[in-house]
């Protein structure tokens, strides 16, 4: 009798709170959204990091639709700079949810002009430039035909930069400092430093994405460590050449046996022109066993894996994914996430992981 009693008082219980809750959901959302809009607007996580380098993965997937991960993105701080490497569809949107400043993006690079690495720009360069004090457009460094992408987006955007402009006026969204400005190179040997400044040297290397050129990755040094993205490659001497004795290498990777039964899947059905299309594009990326050779070939001490193909749903299918990559390089493998930071303090030899979505 009293278990009884004291499952109806709980149920009253229950049931009170529920009336209660539904009464009063407006004023409880709104005491809710203020309390979470004091908390995340505005934030800026680059206030407690030490000096060093940092990296931020504002991207990790790829053409084929992922929804837990935006198109190929990746933020690096470099002591009070901040830069980003391709900017594919969602990264922008990643990098301010991970409480990242957008305003204070220095420059853009990159690797190259297939569409899942500059469809986000229109975003990225909007972001960057609404609300901040900027007063120039968005430095777009790149190999020969950034001038033709550049113009491209500025084109598509004349109007909204107007609308902007008209509706918060000039002081609030400058016009001079929307939009982008391309910063072309040209590589005459097969690497080149293309920034350097307060410390921090920025090389971009040839990479083979045949029939894709130019295509290049990057590496970056700052006060003794140093990070370098791949781009998309088939495997190549130049990257590890450049990579050598790199704190993180971050590269590309394809699984050919998961893309494999997925070309099989569409044959199955009648789809032959996709099916053609996972089967082709095999030839022109890397394996995570090849990202892993390269890592351990290069000597660096950490491996993280991006631009993820096929689409991965869960970790759970992570070690199909890897294949036999852990057997190819001694040192941690991360399949890269979005929202992912990894720290580098100036100096030493540590590297931090932390989420941040």
């Not at 990579?243 to 590269?251: E, F, S, T, V």
């Not at 030839?283 to 193909?309: C, F, N």
């Not at 036999?324 to 930071?341: S, W, Y």
Request: a positive charge.
């Amino acid at each position: 009798m009293r278990r009884r009693t004291l499952f109806l008082s709980f149920a009253i219980l229950l049931i009170g709170a529920g009336i209660g809750i539904k009464t009063f959901q407006a004023e409880i959302g709104i005491a809710l959204f203020k309390r979470a809009a004091a908390e995340r607007v505005g934030k800026d996580i680059t206030v407690g990091l030490p000096d060093g380098l940092h990296v931020a993965l504002c991207g990790t997937g790829s053409p084929l639709p992922n929804p837990g991960r935006a198109g190929a993105c990746t933020l690096i701080i470099a002591g009070k700079h901040i830069f980003v490497v391709d900017a594919g569809e969602g990264g922008a949107r990643n990098i301010a949810l991970m409480g990242l400043p957008t305003a204070r993006i220095e420059r853009l690079f990159l690797t190259h002009f297939h569409s899942d690495h500059i469809d986000g720009l229109g975003p990225m360069m909007l972001l960057r430039w609404a609300g901040s004090s900027n007063s120039s457009p968005l430095p777009i460094h790149g190999p020969e035909g950034v001038d033709a992408v550049v113009s491209g987006f500025n084109s598509a955007y004349t109007a909204d930069n107007g609308y902007r402009t008209a509706h918060h006026g000039e002081g609030i969204t400058r016009r001079a400092a929307a939009g982008a400005v391309a910063v072309p190179f040209t590589l005459s040997g097969n690497s080149a430093v293309v920034y350097s400044a307060d410390g921090v040297k920025i090389t971009a290397f040839r990479v083979n994405h045949a029939p894709v050129a130019p295509a290049v990755g990057y590496r970056f040094d700052y006060k003794g460590r140093s990070v370098v993205i791949s781009g998309d490659t088939t495997p190549t001497p130049m990257l590890v050449a450049v990579a050598k004795g790199a704190d993180i290498l971050i590269h590309e990777a394809l699984q050919p046996k998961l893309v494999g039964l997925i070309s099989k899947s569409l044959d199955a059905k009648g789809i032959k022109k996709t099916a053609q299309i996972t089967r082709d594009i095999v030839d022109y990326h890397t394996s995570p066993e090849g990202a892993a050779k390269a890592a351990q070939s290069a000597g660096v001490s950490e491996l993280v894996l991006s631009h993820i193909v096929p689409a991965i749903p869960s970790p759970f299918f992570y070690p199909a994914f890897l294949g036999d990559a852990q057997r190819n390089f001694k040192g941690p493998i991360t399949v890269g996430e979005d929202g992912m930071l990894f720290s580098l303090p100036a100096g030493g030899k540590a590297i931090e992981k932390k989420s941040l979505m």
